[in-house]
């Protein structure tokens, strides 16, 4: 008789990897990131909304790689770096365009709030440049051959 049990569906791969800590991370980046749109849109200031939406669509990218496991399947892409790079850069954006919000944003409670959502995003995507960083840092370690004879 044939195998009566289906390969997991998209919905309990995405349930199995937001419980694990990368993909709780990713998302909650990704749903600081809409909040942030949100407040945003709604002060005077709306192009500051662009580090947060393109944030958005790197994060959900990343996570939808991870999710689906296509990270081993497209050996191309050093996929780790890729996210290292995505994190870090992320990280500064965040933290200077909601200094700048913070700072300058006076009257415009939209914008104060959209700030103050971009720091703690901002210590986010730094913590998560900071996981992506010790764990390339621990597979460096095992990826080396010894050439004893």
Do not use: H
């Not at 937001?18 to 709306?46: D, H, M, N, P």
């Not at 192009?47 to 990343?62: H, K, L, R, T």
């Not at 210590?123 to 050439?147: C, H, M, N, P, W």
Request: aromatic fraction near 12%.
């Amino acid at each position: 008789m044939a195998d009566t049990e289906a390969s997991p569906t998209c919905v309990d791969k995405l349930k199995a990897y937001v419980r694990t800590r990368k993909g709780t991370i990713l998302a909650v980046e990704i749903l600081l990131s809409f909040i942030i749109i949100i407040c945003y849109a709604a002060s005077a200031y709306g192009g500051y909304s662009a580090v947060a939406i393109c944030e958005m669509v790197f994060a959900i990218v990343f996570f939808v790689i991870f999710m689906m496991q296509l990270d081993k399947q497209f050996l191309v892409v050093n996929w780790l770096w890729s996210d290292l790079f995505r994190a870090g850069i992320g990280a500064l954006l965040f933290i200077i365009t909601s200094l700048i919000c913070v700072i300058g944003g006076a009257g415009d409670g939209a914008r104060i709030a959209g700030g103050v959502f971009g720091l703690i995003a901002g210590i986010l995507f730094g913590y998560d440049t900071y996981t992506i960083f010790a764990e390339i840092k621990s597979t460096r370690g095992q990826s080396a051959v010894s050439t004893d004879a």
